[in-house]
């Protein structure tokens, strides 16, 4: 790799062309039934004039309610994300209660997320989308997974794993409108 960063363009085809015709194949088994990890975000639906009032510094609490189908430990790696108007993303992860199991390979999260920003004096809309969580590490048990309120400093990282979210939902848009705090 090193040798890689400093050639020029035609050492580096033959240098990929050498490598790829002394490599092989990897065989992957794939099982037997595949299903596709879909969510819908069932509330809020993004399509009401009604924006949600609150006063500008203070919290108000945004009700989500989504389903989920074919998700693999929905506690672990469902997370929530709210963009705000300024660009500034955040990630939520619901609680474990916040989970209900409805039916074989069907999920149900009903959770609240709570907005805040001082800076905010205008009507404006926010983005909210389900994120799922993935890691490439190749043992699940190997891995230390922290409950859903723990911090994750201080823990060992992992050898050759990949770990970070994916869209897993469309973005629905919510209409807020802060109201300018009294004096």
């Avoid at 909210?128 to 400093?153: D, G, I, Q």
Wanted: glycine share 4%; charged share 20%.
């Amino acid at each position: 790799m090193p040798r890689l960063l400093a050639c020029k363009p035609l050492d580096l085809v033959k240098i990929l062309q050498t490598t790829l015709r002394q490599s092989g194949f990897l065989h992957l088994r794939l099982p037997e039934q595949l299903h596709r990890a879909t969510a819908t975000i069932i509330e809020p639906t993004g399509e009401s004039d009604n924006p949600l009032r609150f006063t500008s510094g203070l919290v108000v609490a945004l009700d989500i309610d989504a389903t989920l189908e074919h998700v693999q430990d929905p506690q672990n790696s469902v997370k929530v994300q709210v963009v705000y108007p300024d660009g500034q993303a955040h990630i939520i992860h619901p609680r474990p209660g916040d989970f209900r199991n409805p039916g074989p390979g069907r999920h149900r999260l009903i959770t609240q997320v709570y907005l805040s920003h001082s800076a905010w004096t205008e009507p404006c809309q926010i983005e909210v989308r389900l994120l799922l969580a993935y890691s490439s590490s190749k043992s699940r048990t190997s891995v230390l997974k922290p409950a859903w309120n723990e911090s994750t400093e201080g823990l060992p990282a992992t050898e050759n794993s990949i770990e970070g979210t994916i869209p897993f939902s469309k973005s629905v848009k919510v209409f807020i409108m802060p109201k300018p705090t009294r004096r």
